[in-house]
């Protein structure tokens, strides 16, 4: 292998290690939304269940 050829090599194997990051950083910022997503779900049934609880004595 020729040093040109050597060096498009790299080239290579560098830009399909930066498409890879590009890829997990997307989806590492699709399931940040999803967890913020479950949490407003969570925090929304937990609140709707602590007014079922209350008492309606008053």
Not at 14 to 27: F, I
Not at 47 to 57: L, M, T, W
Request: aromatic share 0%.
């Amino acid at each position: 292998m020729s040093h040109a050829a050597g060096d498009r090599s790299e080239v290579s194997i560098v830009t399909e290690k930066e498409r890879e990051l590009a890829r997990c950083r997307q989806e590492i910022a699709r399931l940040k939304n999803l967890v913020v997503q479950l949490s407003q779900l969570v925090l929304r049934h937990v609140a709707e269940s602590s007014e079922d609880r209350k008492p309606q004595s008053r």
